[in-house]
């Protein structure tokens, strides 16, 4: 069979592609050749693969417990793990452009619809709301009663949550702060 081996630090708990070349990697020429890549959470261990050729391109250790989410945005690739570690990737050179903890697990990463910031689902019942040009804390917002674990982007702009508390929430970015968010919806699977 073809494809990646990514047996290099456990089970593969997330993937995020690189679909289309940066504005950076259109302005660098690699031994890959401005490749789009694949970013692989092998266990604690990160693996890079070319999205053509189907190779492995990087390995890198950096977090020190299981990867649980990533996410693209602006030529970055964010990383999240149990440990409460965020790592924040340059995605055309593969290296790690800053690194920062939260009080908790971190579960998943979703950017919002405007870019402003990047959502965390975390352990302690919360949303959390990062500035991705700061890499700094900017809001938390809860209404579970137990972790969040899920994150998607809605329709017009609405982010939904699930908790392990057996709840989806459905959220709106206010107008006003764009970096806030209201509850509108919350119903549970019985």
């Known amino acids: 069979s073809s494809g990646i081996n990514a047996e290099y630090g456990g089970p593969v708990y997330s ?3 690189q679909d289309e070349r940066s504005e950076k990697s259109k302005m660098q020429i690699t031994a890959e050749g401005d490749d789009p890549c694949v970013w692989i959470g092998a266990g604690k261990k990160m693996v890079v693969a070319s999205i053509r050729t189907v190779k492995v391109i990087g390995q890198y250790d ?5 990867i649980n989410s990533m996410t693209y945005l602006n030529d970055q690739i964010w ?4 440990d409460g570690v965020i ?5 055309s050179t593969h290296s790690v452009i800053d690194e920062f903890e939260y009080q908790n697990e971190i579960f998943c990463l979703l950017p919002s619809k405007s870019k402003h910031c990047i959502y965390s689902g975390t352990k302690n019942k919360s949303i959390v709301a990062w500035n991705p040009r700061t890499f700094k804390l900017v809001r938390e917002q809860s209404r579970h009663d137990e ?3 899920a994150l998607a982007q ?4 609405f982010i939904w949550s699930g908790s392990y508390d057996r709840t989806v929430c459905i959220w709106q970015e206010s107008e006003g702060e764009a970096l806030s968010l209201t509850l509108s919806t919350n119903f549970r699977n019985s």
Do not use: E, F, I, P
Not at 87 to 91: C, G, K, N, P, S
Not at 154 to 157: A, E, I, K, R
């Open 15 to 17: 993937l995020v592609a």
């Open 62 to 66: 950096y977090h020190h417990s299981k």
């Open 79 to 82: 990383s999240c793990s149990t």
């Open 87 to 91: 790592l924040v990737w340059d995605a």
């Open 147 to 149: 972790q969040v674990v």
């Open 154 to 157: 809605g329709v017009d702009g």
